[in-house]
C-alpha cells in the first residue's frame, strides 16, 4: 500500500515517476488565466490567518460545506474566521474522492511542509501553525507565488478597471510579471436595460466621454482596449454560456443600442445579436493587436436566485450547462477566418460531452500560420479535477495534438492554488509513463520529456510570445 501523498502521488509506474522528477517537477508555471487580486500582490499583503488566505471567496470550498449541511454563518456570514475554518475542516473528511480533498493537502504540504491530515481534531493545531506562518515575511503574497515558481499571471480584468495596481506592479522590481486579461463581458450583456446603462455610466467614466450612439460604445471600448495594451495586456477572455453568431447588419445593431440605450427592455432575437456583433468586434481588436483570445463556454451560472439576492454572483450557486455549442461556435470562428481575422484562441468547455466537438473544432481553424493556433483548452471549473484532466487530454490527444497542449492554468481566487499545477503535471506524466510501460509509446524518454516540458511550460510562453521570460527581464510594457 502507497502512503497516501507522497513523492509518487498519481505516479503509477517508474517511467511516470522518470518523467515527474526529471522533467516536470521543475519547470516554472504560467498561470495565463486566473482571478487573483492585483492589489493585494501590488501592496503585497500579508493574510492575518489561514481562513483569510484559503477560505474567502473560494466557493469551491463554500458548495462542500454546504453540502456537508454547514450553516451558512460559517460560509459567508460572521461567524469568526476560527470558527469558520473549524467547519471546513470538519468537512474536509467527506471530501474524500473530490478534488478538493487531494488540493487541500497538497496546499498545506506544499506551502507549509504539513503532512497531517485534516479534520475536526487537527484543524486547532494546522490553524494555529499556518496562521503563524502567514504572520512572517516569507509567507507574503509575493513570496507564496515565489514559493510555487510562478513566474507570471493573467488576472482578469473588466474594461472600466483603471488597471493602477498593474501599473505600480510594473513600476517596481517585482520580478514576477502580472499583466491584465481584457474581459468585457458587462459591455456587451443587454440582457438588462437598467444594468447595461449603469454600466455603460462606468464606461462613460473610465473614458471621459458621452456614450449616446453604438458608435460612441465602440469608440469608449476601443480606447480601452488599447489603454489595455498599453499596460501590457495581449490577452483577453469571455465567460459565456454559449458564443453568439447571429446574422445582424450595422444598422440593426445601432437601433438595438439606441434602443437599450433609451431603457427599452431588447427581444431575445435583439440580445442575441447585439452579442454576435460584440463578440466579432472584441474578436477583430485582439487579431489587429495579435493578443490571445479566450472563450470559456458552457457555465450555468446563478442556479439559486434566493441566494444570488443574498450574496450576489461567484457564491458557489453554478453548474454545468447542456447549450448547443457546435453551430454557433463553427460560424463565429468561421467568420472571422474568412475574413483572415482570427486570432489566436483557446476554448474551454464546461461540459464533458463537448470535449470531443471542442477538440475537433480547433482542428477546423489551423492554418499553419502557428503551432497549436487554435487551441483546446485545460479541463476548466468543475472539469479541473482528475477525471476531468484526463478526458480533456485524451480527446486532445485523439483529435489533435497534445504535444502542442498550452497547459494548466489555475482560474482561481486564491493564492494557495497553485500546487493545482503540480497535479496536471503528474496525471500527465502518468498518462505518458503508462502508455511508454505498456509499449503503445517508444521508450524515448528524451524525447517525451521534452514534450512535457513543452506542455508545463515552454508551449505556453511562445504561444503568448512571453519568450522575455527566459531570459529573466524585469521590464515591463510602458505604460499610459
Known amino acids: 500500500m502507497k502512503p497516501f501523498l507522497d513523492e509518487n502521488f498519481l505516479l503509477t509506474n517508474s517511467t511516470a515517476e522518470l518523467l515527474y522528477h526529471e522533467f516536470a517537477r521543475q519547470m516554472p508555471v504560467i498561470d495565463y488565466h486566473c482571478h ?60 474524500m474522492r473530490n478534488p478538493l480533498y487531494h488540493w487541500t493537502h497538497l496546499e498545506l504540504q506544499r506551502y507549509f511542509g504539513i503532512t497531517t491530515i485534516l479534520n475536526g481534531d487537527t484543524a486547532k493545531g494546522i490553524y494555529e501553525e499556518c ?26 480584468d473588466d474594461p472600466v478597471d483603471d488597471l493602477q495596481h498593474h501599473i505600480d506592479l510594473s513600476k517596481d522590481d517585482f520580478e514576477i510579471s502580472v499583466l491584465p486579461a481584457f474581459r468585457p463581458d458587462h459591455a456587451m450583456n443587454v440582457d ?23 458608435s460612441d460604445l465602440l469608440s469608449a471600448l476601443q480606447s480601452r482596449h488599447d489603454f489595455f495594451a498599453a499596460a501590457g495586456c495581449s490577452v483577453s477572455d469571455h465567460g459565456l454560456e454559449h458564443i453568439y453568431a447571429e446574422d445582424y447588419t450595422t444598422l440593426e445593431i445601432e437601433q438595438i443600442f439606441s434602443s437599450v440605450r433609451s431603457g427599452k427592455e431588447l427581444s431575445l ?12 468586434q472584441f474578436a477583430e481588436w485582439d487579431w489587429e493587436k495579435s493578443w490571445v483570445q479566450q472563450y470559456h463556454l458552457g457555465a450555468m451560472r446563478n442556479n439559486n ?34 475574413e483572415d481575422k482570427l486570432a489566436r484562441t483557446i476554448l474551454y468547455n464546461m461540459n464533458p460531452n463537448h470535449n470531443a466537438l471542442f477538440a475537433t473544432m480547433t482542428g477546423n481553424f489551423n492554418d499553419g500560420s502557428a503551432a497549436g493556433k487554435i487551441q483546446f483548452g485545460s479541463g476548466w471549473w468543475f472539469l479541473d479535477q482528475k477525471d476531468g484532466m484526463i478526458e480533456q487530454l485524451n480527446a486532445l490527444s485523439n483529435m489533435g495534438l497534445l504535444s502542442r497542449f ?20 503528474r496525471i500527465l506524466c502518468n498518462l505518458f509513463g503508462g502508455e511508454i510501460e505498456a509499449g503503445e509509446l517508444p521508450n524515448d524518454i528524451k524525447w517525451i520529456g521534452k514534450v512535457i516540458q513543452n506542455i508545463s511550460y515552454t508551449n505556453a510562453k511562445n504561444y503568448f510570445n512571453w519568450q522575455y521570460l527566459d531570459e529573466k527581464i524585469t521590464e515591463k510594457a510602458s505604460l499610459v
Open 269 to 280: 432575437s435583439e440580445r442575441n445579436k447585439f452579442k454576435s456583433a460584440m463578440l466579432v
Open 406 to 425: 498550452v497547459g494548466m492554468l489555475t482560474d482561481s481566487r486564491s493564492f494557495l492554488s497553485f500546487p493545482r499545477h503540480e497535479y496536471f503535471r
Open 192 to 214: 438588462s436595460a437598467v444594468t447595461y446603462n449603469s454600466y455603460l455610466q462606468r464606461l462613460e467614466i473610465a473614458t471621459d466621454t458621452s456614450i449616446t450612439t453604438y
Open 36 to 95: 487573483l487580486s492585483q492589489a493585494l500582490i501590488a501592496s503585497d499583503h500579508w493574510f492575518k490567518n489561514l481562513t483569510q488566505a484559503w477560505l474567502h471567496g473560494d466557493h469551491y470550498k463554500w458548495r462542500a460545506m454546504r453540502a456537508n449541511g454547514i450553516n451558512e454563518k460559517y460560509i459567508t456570514g460572521d461567524a469568526s474566521d476560527v470558527e469558520k475554518f473549524q467547519k471546513w475542516a470538519e468537512t474536509v473528511p467527506y471530501t
Open 305 to 338: 436566485s434566493r441566494m444570488l439576492q443574498n450574496l450576489g454572483p461567484d457564491t458557489g450557486w453554478d453548474s454545468i450547462g447542456d447549450y448547443s455549442q457546435g453551430t454557433s461556435l463553427s460560424k463565429f470562428l468561421n467568420k472571422l477566418d474568412k
Open 131 to 156: 496562521s503563524a506562518k502567514l504572520q512572517s515575511a516569507e509567507y507574503s503574497v509575493r513570496n507564496l507565488l515565489r514559493k510555487m515558481n510562478v513566474k507570471l499571471v493573467c488576472t482578469t
